[in-house]
């Protein structure tokens, strides 16, 4: 049934599929890899989405009042743990798209990005971006497959729509700021994961970036 499911959804979605946008020219120079080990994909992009279960849209005031608070708690948050359960928190109300549709093509591009079938995923995002260009995790979620495909200028520009949504998104910006160390640029990764702690100072991926690349800045400044 849900071979059924993904024919008739991918069917469908061809016929609403428009021209893809041309990254920007300014991407273009994301595309070449770094030629040192690649860093793997940023941890706070690879949290499992929460179970879907039904095709209620969301009350679009409440949900961010709810997120609002959320983040509040999450600037505050001083202890790890705690840190991480509000970003958990959060987490479930980016996944939730408000369309049982766009959430079942969600979990199974996940499940194929699991899998490291990455045009699959790519297929199911495509449809997700399409039928849902205001949901922030489509985006961010299509970033992380062209990460992991290499394919850069598409990630950032994936990566800057999310944050045109969602300027909060400390995954999207973990995300810019791994892309911008692996091809050379360290300041303004530096200044992405800056941005990022301003977000999420608990995130230990952040902290741990900062202190390195400032040291590794301060000892070669050109």
Avoid: C
Avoid at 55 to 66: G, N, S
């Amino acid at each position: 049934m849900q071979t059924f499911l993904r024919f008739v959804i991918l069917s469908a979605g061809v016929a609403l599929a428009m021209p893809a946008a041309h990254a920007q020219q300014s991407a273009q120079e994301f595309e070449e890899p770094d030629p040192e080990e690649p860093l793997p994909v940023p941890e706070e992009n690879l949290v499992a989405p929460p179970p879907v279960y039904d095709d209620v849209p969301l009350a679009a005031e409440r949900e961010r009042t709810r997120l609002d608070d959320l983040f509040v708690d999450l600037k505050k948050a001083r202890d790890r743990r705690y840190a991480a359960s509000v970003a958990d928190s959060i987490w479930s109300e980016w996944f939730r798209s408000g369309s049982a549709t766009v959430d079942l093509m969600m979990t199974w591009a996940n499940e194929a990005f699991d899998e490291k079938k990455y045009n699959v995923a790519l297929d199911f995002l495509d449809q997700v971006v399409i039928r849902a260009p205001d949901f922030a995790e489509g985006w961010n979620r299509r970033a992380t497959v062209h990460y992991s495909m290499d394919h850069f200028a598409k990630s950032m520009t994936d990566i800057e729509r999310t944050l045109e949504l969602e300027p909060r998104h400390f995954g999207a910006l973990a995300g810019m700021a791994t892309i911008l160390e692996r091809t050379g640029r360290k300041q303004a990764a530096l200044k992405a994961w800056e941005k990022a702690l301003s977000v999420y100072p608990a995130m230990q991926s952040a902290q741990d970036a900062v202190i390195r690349l400032s040291d590794e800045l301060a000892a070669d400044p050109a």
